[in-house]
């Protein structure tokens, strides 16, 4: 069958990917995702419900998925929907808990490790020529609460954290 126009033909539509349901992700996917797909994701149900209400009266097309950051099947779990959705161009990675919201166990689990889950899973899926950003910004902020990891914590993030999400 010979297609009559181009409009026939099947075009995939791209996605973004904003995990984390706070004012500067959404502020940032608000600005690169004209036209695109956003895939909202969040901890908690109610946040992405609400912001995914907020994109779509801005004229937004959204969908929402539940993710822990600190979760390897989780976050492969959105990086699969997210596939499913389209072309994978942009992420946001914009989740991320501070000292006055978690133990520093949690801000490290968060913070770091799914940070590296993130980049990790989508690296995996992401469309040629696509990009990403990390807002990551608690870590910086320890020093101010007088936080001092034990040495064989220091010794397991810096050397031996990336190594478990080959």
Not at 21 to 48: C, M
Not at 52 to 75: K, P, Q, W
């Amino acid at each position: 069958m010979v297609k009559e126009s181009f409009a026939e033909e099947v075009v995939m539509k791209s996605v973004t990917v904003l995990i984390g349901s706070g004012s500067i992700g959404v502020a940032i996917a608000r600005r690169v995702s004209t036209g695109k797909h956003i895939l909202l994701a969040d901890l908690k149900k109610e946040n992405t419900d609400a912001v995914a209400a907020v994109l779509s009266n801005a004229g937004f097309e959204v969908s929402t998925a539940t993710v822990d950051v600190s979760s390897r099947e989780a976050v492969k779990g959105v990086a699969q929907k997210a596939a499913s959705l389209g072309a994978v161009t942009g992420v946001i990675h914009a989740a991320g808990v501070s000292p006055s919201q978690a133990s520093p166990k949690a801000i490290l689990s968060v913070d770091i490790y799914g940070t590296a889950l993130v980049l990790k899973e989508f690296g995996n899926i992401i469309a040629r020529g696509g990009s990403g950003v990390v807002i990551a910004w608690a870590l910086l902020r320890m020093n101010k609460i007088n936080f001092s990891p034990p040495p064989q914590l220091i010794s397991f993030y810096r050397f031996r954290c990336f190594s478990l999400i080959k």
